[in-house]
């Protein structure tokens, strides 16, 4: 079945430093690709997305590319800032289908210290 | 537009208890999704309706759950005789229909079965 596959945290970064979250995928049809954050105390939000292979998708100064050739979508940002620190879940949906139904990772911790 | 909004937000009951939780979605959203997180895992879905028709079921979804959805507005999830494994983050989403539409998320019900 279609899985989600992400780097096991936390990741734990001073400011200012280089962050990527590994996220890697296994779909049977053509997925749609998600990043969604969780701050502390609040619900999931979408961050960026990427709908077909090379797209990019940014927010926020994260990027991330959607790679059909190594069924990837890593999550990068240039300068993490205190304000980053949260739970990073890489996602897919597969087009097409009924329900839009979106399936997880396991999360990544990000904890920025300054 | 309040976003989605979920209640209670935390639900503590002994085993065997009945529980109920309600999801309000975003009003003009006809979508709604129940997800459920347990620590340290992404959340996984349970069940999806368009308007008031629930039209996909997890296998998640054991016959101690149910889920309704009257008048296409407000959802509720109910748990009948509560298991300590049914101890989870209860996660309720809205969408709006057509193509790929971003999936907004509620604050979740936190359950502890003890």
């Known amino acids: 079945g279609d899985s989600v596959t992400q780097m096991e945290g936390p990741v734990t970064l001073s400011e200012e430093a280089f962050l990527t979250i590994n996220c890697t995928y296994t779909?049977?049809?053509?997925?749609?690709l998600f990043w969604y954050v969780q701050y502390p105390g609040e619900g999931l939000q979408l961050l960026l997305k990427a709908t077909k292979a090379d797209d990019k998708g940014s927010n926020k100064g994260f990027e991330a590319t959607y790679r059909k050739e190594t069924t990837s979508f890593h999550l990068e940002k240039g300068s993490v800032q205190v304000s980053d620190s949260a739970v990073y879940f890489c996602?897919?949906?597969?087009?097409?289908?009924?329900?839009?139904?979106?399936?997880f990772g396991t999360g990544t911790l990000l904890a920025v210290q300054p | 537009d309040t976003g989605v909004s979920q209640n209670p937000r935390h639900k503590i009951t002994k085993r065997g208890q009945n529980v109920t939780f309600r999801c309000d979605p975003i009003s003009e959203h006809n979508r709604l999704y129940w997800y459920r997180q347990t620590l340290g895992q992404g959340p996984e879905f349970l069940t999806y309706f368009q308007n008031e028709a629930q039209l996909e079921k997890s296998r998640l979804l054991s016959d101690r759950f149910s889920a309704e959805r009257p008048k296409g507005s407000f959802s509720t999830l109910e748990i009948q005789r509560t298991e300590q494994g049914d101890s989870a983050m209860y996660l309720c989403a809205s969408s709006l229909s057509g193509g790929l539409v971003e999936q907004y998320f509620g604050p979740g019900t936190r359950l502890t079965v003890t």
């Open positions: 779909a049977t049809g053509y997925p749609s």
């Open positions: 996602a897919l949906t597969v087009s097409g289908g009924a329900t839009n139904k979106l399936i």
